[in-house]
């Protein structure tokens, strides 16, 4: 079984700097994706950004960019120049690969909420 | 983009009834729907797995008897909570994969459901 681990339970940041959120996992599948979600308020799931496996160049969207280290099962999300509507709880997520019942299925971490403060 | 539409989105019910939630991909079919619940606070718990056409796989530890599920269409997978109870209470959210593939995904907005 895979677990999903975010350390950080809350995260403040000011308007226009930059915050990291972290987020470990263990596996021992070789084929998987990583996501980062974002649940403001008004809950719903938004996505943030994804990265397959398999790639060794880290996904950006924007002010959002990841370091995906897959030796150390690390995969922490950063976000630049963070605005006030980044304010939401963000959700790290592994979904594994393949062709059986398992794949589609999100392990979500325990997630962080980033406050961006004025 | 793809959407998917759940509903309804505040449900309050006395304890002992059912309830009934909608979860209905837009624009696209979805052979595959998802369910997951979130207690306050905390992260979303896969319930389920709605198959259209055969039956839901349940995770461990969810009553089935509990929690039915229905995928009547290629559209629409229904999560019935049935005697509800108050630890029942919790926000209920669906998400539907597109045909290009499970590693993309859309979630309803989610049912906050009160049991009194």
């Known amino acids: ?118 | 983009g793809a959407v998917v539409s759940q509903h309804p989105s505040w449900v309050i019910c006395k304890s002992g009834t059912s309830v009934k939630i909608e979860c209905r991909s837009l624009d696209f079919q979805a052979t595959t729907m998802f369910w997951y619940r979130q207690f306050p606070k905390q992260s979303l718990m896969l319930m389920a797995t709605s198959n259209e056409g055969s039956k839901a796989t349940y995770e461990q530890g969810v009553e089935k008897d509990k929690f039915l599920i229905n995928h009547a269409s290629l559209t629409l997978s229904t999560l019935t909570v049935t005697s509800a109870h108050p630890e029942d209470s919790s926000f209920y959210i669906c998400s539907a994969p597109h045909r290009w593939g499970k590693n993309i995904q859309y979630f309803g907005a989610g049912t906050r459901l009160s049991v009194l």
Request: proline share 3%.
């Open chain 1, 1 to 118: 079984a895979q677990t999903v681990t975010q350390s950080q339970p809350e995260m403040s940041v000011q308007e226009a700097e930059t915050v990291t959120l972290s987020c470990t996992y263990d596996t021992s599948e070789s084929n998987y994706y990583l996501f980062w979600y974002k649940q403001p308020p008004s809950r719903q799931m938004i996505l943030v950004i994804r990265q397959e496996a398999y790639k060794q160049q880290n996904a950006t969207e924007n002010r959002f960019s990841v370091n995906f280290q897959k030796a150390a099962k690390s995969f922490s999300l950063k976000i630049s120049d963070s605005q006030l509507g980044d304010t939401a709880m963000y959700f790290c997520a592994f979904m594994k690969h393949g062709s059986d019942d398992s794949w589609g299925k999100f392990q979500f971490g325990a997630g962080t909420q980033v406050v961006v403060t004025p």
